[in-house]
Protein backbone atom coordinates (compact mmCIF):
# COMPACT_ATOMS: atom_id res chain seq x y z
CA UNK A 1 0.00 0.00 0.00
CA UNK A 2 0.95 3.69 -0.48
CA UNK A 3 2.59 5.71 2.54
CA UNK A 4 0.82 8.70 3.72
CA UNK A 5 1.40 11.72 1.66
CA UNK A 6 2.66 9.37 -0.93
CA UNK A 7 0.47 7.76 -3.70
CA UNK A 8 0.57 4.70 -3.15
CA UNK A 9 17.43 -24.60 2.29
CA UNK A 10 17.49 -23.80 -1.42
CA UNK A 11 15.91 -26.13 -3.87
CA UNK A 12 18.89 -28.20 -3.51
CA UNK A 13 17.98 -29.10 0.10
CA UNK A 14 14.65 -30.19 -0.62
CA UNK A 15 15.91 -32.30 -3.35
CA UNK A 16 18.47 -33.64 -0.68
CA UNK A 17 15.28 -34.24 1.84
CA UNK A 18 13.22 -35.93 -0.61
CA UNK A 19 16.07 -38.01 -1.51
CA UNK A 20 16.73 -39.46 1.86
CA UNK A 21 13.46 -39.92 2.59
CA UNK A 22 12.55 -42.33 -0.24
CA UNK A 23 16.25 -44.06 0.33
CA UNK A 24 14.96 -44.56 4.19
CA UNK A 25 11.63 -45.81 2.70
CA UNK A 26 13.90 -48.45 0.55
CA UNK A 27 16.16 -49.51 3.26
CA UNK A 28 13.03 -49.90 5.66
CA UNK A 29 11.51 -51.73 3.00
CA UNK A 30 14.46 -54.22 2.61
CA UNK A 31 14.88 -54.70 6.21
CA UNK A 32 11.08 -55.71 7.30
CA UNK A 33 10.70 -57.77 3.91
CA UNK A 34 7.92 -58.02 1.32
CA UNK A 35 4.49 -57.71 2.42
CA UNK A 36 1.39 -58.81 0.82
CA UNK A 37 0.08 -56.42 -2.18
CA UNK A 38 -2.98 -56.35 -0.77
CA UNK A 39 -2.25 -55.38 2.95
CA UNK A 40 0.01 -52.52 1.56
CA UNK A 41 -3.36 -51.19 -0.81
CA UNK A 42 -5.03 -51.54 1.73
CA UNK A 43 -2.24 -49.60 3.88
CA UNK A 44 -2.43 -46.84 1.48
CA UNK A 45 -6.25 -46.49 1.22
CA UNK A 46 -6.80 -46.21 4.89
CA UNK A 47 -4.04 -43.56 5.14
CA UNK A 48 -5.30 -41.46 2.69
CA UNK A 49 -7.35 -38.68 4.50
CA UNK A 50 -11.01 -38.07 3.75
CA UNK A 51 -12.00 -35.73 0.95
CA UNK A 52 -8.54 -35.98 -0.96
CA UNK A 53 -6.75 -35.76 -3.52
CA UNK A 54 -8.61 -32.57 -3.93
CA UNK A 55 -7.49 -29.90 -6.90
CA UNK A 56 -8.04 -26.21 -6.73
CA UNK A 57 -7.62 -23.93 -9.58
CA UNK A 58 -6.28 -20.56 -7.67
CA UNK A 59 -5.72 -17.27 -10.41
CA UNK A 60 -5.06 -19.88 -13.43
CA UNK A 61 -2.51 -22.01 -10.90
CA UNK A 62 -4.14 -25.65 -10.69
CA UNK A 63 -3.02 -27.54 -8.24
CA UNK A 64 -3.51 -31.24 -6.62
CA UNK A 65 -3.03 -31.74 -2.87
CA UNK A 66 -2.94 -35.27 -2.05
CA UNK A 67 -3.33 -33.94 1.88
CA UNK A 68 -3.53 -30.99 3.81
CA UNK A 69 -1.09 -28.96 3.76
CA UNK A 70 0.76 -29.15 7.31
CA UNK A 71 3.75 -26.43 6.74
CA UNK A 72 2.25 -23.52 6.22
CA UNK A 73 3.72 -19.49 5.97
CA UNK A 74 1.23 -16.26 5.71
CA UNK A 75 2.26 -13.63 3.76
CA UNK A 76 0.38 -10.35 4.71
CA UNK A 77 -2.34 -10.74 8.02
CA UNK A 78 -5.45 -11.69 6.56
CA UNK A 79 -4.50 -14.92 5.56
CA UNK A 80 -3.45 -15.48 8.86
CA UNK A 81 -6.42 -14.36 10.35
CA UNK A 82 -8.24 -17.13 8.40
CA UNK A 83 -6.09 -19.85 9.20
CA UNK A 84 -6.29 -19.47 12.74
CA UNK A 85 -10.11 -18.92 12.56
CA UNK A 86 -10.68 -22.31 10.76
CA UNK A 87 -8.29 -23.74 14.22
CA UNK A 88 -5.52 -23.81 11.72
CA UNK A 89 -2.58 -22.68 14.27
CA UNK A 90 -0.82 -26.43 14.53
CA UNK A 91 -0.28 -25.89 10.42
CA UNK A 92 1.20 -22.58 10.60
CA UNK A 93 5.09 -21.92 10.82
CA UNK A 94 5.24 -18.23 9.86
CA UNK A 95 3.68 -15.30 9.70
CA UNK A 96 4.46 -11.92 7.80
CA UNK A 97 3.61 -8.38 7.08
CA UNK A 98 1.32 -7.40 9.81
CA UNK A 99 -0.41 -4.12 9.08
CA UNK A 100 -2.79 -3.83 12.25
CA UNK A 101 -3.69 -5.31 15.65
CA UNK A 102 -5.06 -8.77 15.47
CA UNK A 103 -8.19 -9.62 16.55
CA UNK A 104 -8.53 -9.99 20.52
CA UNK A 105 -9.28 -13.57 19.94
CA UNK A 106 -7.25 -14.48 17.96
CA UNK A 107 -4.08 -12.37 19.30
CA UNK A 108 -2.77 -15.12 21.16
CA UNK A 109 -2.32 -17.81 18.46
CA UNK A 110 -1.00 -15.42 16.19
CA UNK A 111 1.29 -13.96 18.93
CA UNK A 112 2.84 -17.99 19.22
CA UNK A 113 3.85 -18.26 15.61
CA UNK A 114 7.22 -17.15 14.38
CA UNK A 115 6.78 -13.94 12.35
CA UNK A 116 9.83 -13.87 9.22
CA UNK A 117 9.65 -10.32 8.39
CA UNK A 118 7.37 -6.82 9.09
CA UNK A 119 6.85 -7.16 5.27
CA UNK A 120 6.67 -9.68 2.62
CA UNK A 121 10.51 -11.91 3.62
CA UNK A 122 12.88 -13.00 1.31
CA UNK A 123 12.61 -16.15 -0.88
CA UNK A 124 15.12 -17.56 1.13
CA UNK A 125 13.95 -16.62 5.02
CA UNK A 126 10.54 -18.93 3.82
CA UNK A 127 12.54 -21.36 2.74
CA UNK A 128 14.26 -21.20 5.82
CA UNK A 129 11.02 -21.91 7.83
CA UNK A 130 10.46 -25.35 5.85
CA UNK A 131 6.43 -24.94 4.63
CA UNK A 132 5.03 -26.67 2.00
CA UNK A 133 2.31 -24.27 1.58
CA UNK A 134 2.50 -20.44 1.11
CA UNK A 135 -0.67 -18.34 1.37
CA UNK A 136 -0.48 -14.71 0.39
CA UNK A 137 -2.84 -12.22 0.84
CA UNK A 138 -1.85 -9.63 -1.71
CA UNK A 139 -0.59 -9.81 -4.97
CA UNK A 140 3.28 -8.85 -3.75
CA UNK A 141 3.09 -11.98 -2.21
CA UNK A 142 4.67 -13.53 -5.14
CA UNK A 143 6.51 -10.64 -6.84
CA UNK A 144 8.57 -12.00 -9.42
CA UNK A 145 11.35 -8.84 -9.63
CA UNK A 146 11.49 -9.89 -5.64
CA UNK A 147 12.08 -13.63 -6.38
CA UNK A 148 8.81 -15.04 -5.02
CA UNK A 149 7.06 -16.24 -7.63
CA UNK A 150 4.47 -19.02 -7.48
CA UNK A 151 7.20 -20.43 -10.31
CA UNK A 152 9.87 -19.59 -8.20
CA UNK A 153 8.27 -22.23 -5.04
CA UNK A 154 6.92 -24.48 -7.33
CA UNK A 155 10.29 -25.44 -8.32
CA UNK A 156 11.22 -25.44 -4.62
CA UNK A 157 8.68 -28.47 -4.30
CA UNK A 158 6.27 -25.87 -2.34
CA UNK A 159 2.52 -25.03 -3.09
CA UNK A 160 1.13 -21.17 -3.43
CA UNK A 161 -2.13 -19.85 -2.81
CA UNK A 162 -2.59 -16.02 -3.73
CA UNK A 163 -5.55 -14.22 -2.01
CA UNK A 164 -8.55 -14.56 -4.71
CA UNK A 165 -9.29 -10.39 -4.73
CA UNK A 166 -5.53 -10.40 -6.39
CA UNK A 167 -6.99 -12.68 -9.15
CA UNK A 168 -7.68 -9.64 -11.26
CA UNK A 169 -11.05 -11.71 -12.76
CA UNK A 170 -13.86 -9.05 -11.97
CA UNK A 171 -15.33 -7.01 -9.38
CA UNK A 172 -14.89 -8.64 -5.77
CA UNK A 173 -18.25 -9.17 -3.86
CA UNK A 174 -18.31 -10.85 -0.41
CA UNK A 175 -19.58 -13.52 -1.79
CA UNK A 176 -15.53 -14.10 -2.66
CA UNK A 177 -14.87 -14.09 0.61
CA UNK A 178 -17.20 -17.31 1.70
CA UNK A 179 -15.79 -18.82 -0.96
CA UNK A 180 -12.30 -18.09 0.20
CA UNK A 181 -13.10 -19.12 2.95
CA UNK A 182 -14.77 -22.81 2.25
CA UNK A 183 -11.76 -23.31 -0.38
CA UNK A 184 -8.69 -22.88 2.24
CA UNK A 185 -11.53 -25.15 4.03
CA UNK A 186 -11.41 -27.79 1.53
CA UNK A 187 -7.53 -27.79 0.81
CA UNK A 188 -7.07 -27.98 4.84
CA UNK A 189 -9.56 -30.83 5.15
CA UNK A 190 -11.56 -28.69 7.17
CA UNK A 191 -14.78 -28.38 5.40
CA UNK A 192 -17.21 -28.27 8.07
CA UNK A 193 -15.66 -25.43 10.48
CA UNK A 194 -15.66 -23.47 7.24
CA UNK A 195 -18.98 -23.81 6.73
CA UNK A 196 -19.59 -22.95 10.04
CA UNK A 197 -17.37 -20.04 9.97
CA UNK A 198 -19.22 -18.63 6.60
CA UNK A 199 -22.52 -19.03 8.29
CA UNK A 200 -21.60 -17.21 11.54
CA UNK A 201 -20.21 -14.47 8.87
CA UNK A 202 -23.12 -14.18 6.83
CA UNK A 203 -25.24 -13.93 9.95
CA UNK A 204 -23.43 -10.72 11.23
CA UNK A 205 -23.70 -9.45 7.79
CA UNK A 206 -27.56 -10.04 7.08
CA UNK A 207 -28.27 -8.63 10.69
CA UNK A 208 -26.46 -5.36 9.55
CA UNK A 209 -28.23 -4.75 6.65
CA UNK A 210 -31.10 -5.60 7.88
CA UNK A 211 -30.76 -2.71 10.07
CA UNK A 212 -30.34 -0.35 6.88
CA UNK A 213 -33.01 -1.74 4.83
CA UNK A 214 -34.79 0.94 2.98
CA UNK A 215 -32.43 3.88 4.07
CA UNK A 216 -30.71 6.51 1.55
CA UNK A 217 -27.80 5.49 0.04
CA UNK A 218 -25.23 7.70 1.54
CA UNK A 219 -21.83 8.68 -0.56
CA UNK A 220 -18.98 7.46 0.32
CA UNK A 221 -15.26 8.18 -0.30
CA UNK A 222 -12.39 5.64 1.00
CA UNK A 223 -9.20 7.55 1.81
CA UNK A 224 -6.30 5.71 2.04
CA UNK A 225 -3.49 7.56 1.91
CA UNK A 226 -2.20 10.44 -0.43
CA UNK A 227 -1.53 14.43 -0.76
CA UNK A 228 -0.85 15.60 -4.26
CA UNK A 229 -3.29 13.19 -5.28
CA UNK A 230 -5.99 10.48 -3.44
CA UNK A 231 -5.28 6.91 -3.48
CA UNK A 232 -8.40 5.35 -2.91
CA UNK A 233 -10.49 2.22 -3.25
CA UNK A 234 -11.95 1.42 -7.00
CA UNK A 235 -14.65 -0.65 -8.14
CA UNK A 236 -12.32 -4.16 -8.39
CA UNK A 237 -11.88 -4.11 -4.83
CA UNK A 238 -14.13 -5.82 -1.71
CA UNK A 239 -14.66 -2.14 -0.40
CA UNK A 240 -17.06 -1.11 -2.77
CA UNK A 241 -19.51 -3.81 -2.12
CA UNK A 242 -19.03 -3.62 1.57
CA UNK A 243 -20.12 -0.03 1.44
CA UNK A 244 -22.94 -1.44 -0.92
CA UNK A 245 -24.19 -3.44 2.02
CA UNK A 246 -23.92 -0.99 4.47
CA UNK A 247 -26.36 1.73 3.06
CA UNK A 248 -23.59 3.58 0.93
CA UNK A 249 -22.04 3.84 -2.91
CA UNK A 250 -18.61 4.09 -3.23
CA UNK A 251 -18.34 7.62 -5.18
CA UNK A 252 -15.38 6.28 -6.91
CA UNK A 253 -16.69 3.00 -7.56
CA UNK A 254 -16.31 3.10 -11.59
CA UNK A 255 -12.47 3.11 -11.22
CA UNK A 256 -11.71 -0.40 -12.87
CA UNK A 257 -8.84 -0.84 -10.40
CA UNK A 258 -8.20 -2.39 -6.27
CA UNK A 259 -6.93 0.80 -5.36
CA UNK A 260 -5.85 3.31 -7.60
CA UNK A 261 -5.33 7.35 -7.48
CA UNK A 262 -7.83 10.38 -8.64
CA UNK A 263 -7.59 14.02 -7.82
CA UNK A 264 -8.69 15.90 -5.03
CA UNK A 265 -11.35 17.89 -7.80
CA UNK A 266 -12.71 14.54 -8.38
CA UNK A 267 -13.33 14.51 -4.59
CA UNK A 268 -14.67 17.46 -4.70
CA UNK A 269 -17.04 16.53 -7.60
CA UNK A 270 -18.11 13.54 -6.25
CA UNK A 271 -19.88 15.31 -3.09
CA UNK A 272 -18.59 12.83 -0.15
CA UNK A 273 -21.11 12.49 2.37
CA UNK A 274 -19.01 10.09 4.38
CA UNK A 275 -14.85 9.69 4.11
CA UNK A 276 -13.92 6.12 5.26
CA UNK A 277 -10.35 6.37 6.56
CA UNK A 278 -8.43 3.27 5.78
CA UNK A 279 -6.08 2.43 8.80
CA UNK A 280 -2.67 0.13 9.46
CA UNK A 281 0.86 0.75 9.72
CA UNK A 282 3.10 2.90 8.09
CA UNK A 283 0.90 5.08 6.37
CA UNK A 284 0.71 7.49 9.37
CA UNK A 285 -2.44 7.42 12.19
CA UNK A 286 -5.74 7.96 11.72
CA UNK A 287 -5.76 11.24 13.52
CA UNK A 288 -2.85 12.28 10.98
CA UNK A 289 -4.73 11.65 8.06
CA UNK A 290 -8.26 13.74 9.65
CA UNK A 291 -5.68 16.58 10.38
CA UNK A 292 -4.88 16.98 7.06
CA UNK A 293 -7.81 16.07 5.37
CA UNK A 294 -9.67 18.86 7.32
CA UNK A 295 -6.96 21.06 6.64
CA UNK A 296 -7.38 21.16 2.53
CA UNK A 297 -9.27 24.74 1.99
CA UNK A 298 -10.34 22.94 -1.38
CA UNK A 299 -12.06 20.02 0.38
CA UNK A 300 -13.90 22.47 2.95
CA UNK A 301 -17.14 22.12 0.95
CA UNK A 302 -17.10 18.64 0.94
CA UNK A 303 -20.21 17.34 3.09
CA UNK A 304 -18.04 14.97 4.85
CA UNK A 305 -15.20 17.43 6.10
CA UNK A 306 -18.08 20.22 6.37
CA UNK A 307 -19.61 17.73 9.03
CA UNK A 308 -16.88 16.08 10.22
CA UNK A 309 -18.27 12.81 9.09
CA UNK A 310 -15.44 9.95 9.13
CA UNK A 311 -16.00 6.25 9.69
CA UNK A 312 -12.27 4.20 10.56
CA UNK A 313 -11.92 0.73 9.13
CA UNK A 314 -8.48 -1.51 9.56
CA UNK A 315 -7.40 -2.31 6.31
CA UNK A 316 -7.16 -5.83 7.23
CA UNK A 317 -11.03 -5.83 7.79
CA UNK A 318 -11.84 -3.95 3.76
CA UNK A 319 -10.08 -7.92 2.38
CA UNK A 320 -10.96 -10.67 1.36
CA UNK A 321 -11.14 -12.44 5.27
CA UNK A 322 -12.50 -12.54 8.28
CA UNK A 323 -13.04 -9.29 8.84
CA UNK A 324 -15.28 -8.47 5.97
CA UNK A 325 -18.58 -9.30 7.81
CA UNK A 326 -17.48 -7.16 10.87
CA UNK A 327 -16.57 -3.95 8.50
CA UNK A 328 -20.01 -4.15 7.05
CA UNK A 329 -21.19 -3.79 10.43
CA UNK A 330 -18.93 -0.70 11.71
CA UNK A 331 -19.76 0.76 8.15
CA UNK A 332 -23.73 0.34 8.92
CA UNK A 333 -23.62 2.09 12.00
CA UNK A 334 -21.27 4.99 10.61
CA UNK A 335 -23.47 6.21 7.46
CA UNK A 336 -26.79 5.37 9.25
CA UNK A 337 -26.21 5.60 13.31
CA UNK A 338 -30.12 6.57 13.56
CA UNK A 339 -30.79 3.12 12.54
CA UNK A 340 -28.69 1.72 15.26
CA UNK A 341 -30.16 4.02 18.36
Request: glycine residues 8%; negative net charge.
Amino acid sequence: MSQLFTPARTRGFLRATAAAVALSSVLLTAACGASDDGDRDAKATAAAPAGFPVTIDNCGVKTTYDEPPSRVVTIHQHPAELMLALGLKDRMVGTAFPDSAVLPELKRDYEAIPELAEREPSFEKILDAEPDFVYGGYGSAFAEKEGRSRKAFADAGIDTYLNREYCGEGQVKMKDTYDEIRTIGKIFGVPQRADKLVTDLQGRVAKATAEVEGEQEVPVFVYDSGDKSAFTAGGKGLGTDLIRLAGGKNVFAELDEVFGDVSWEQVVERKPEVIAIYDYAGAGSVEEKKKFLLSQTALADVPAIRNKRFVVLPLTATLVGIRSAYAVDDLARGLHPESFQ
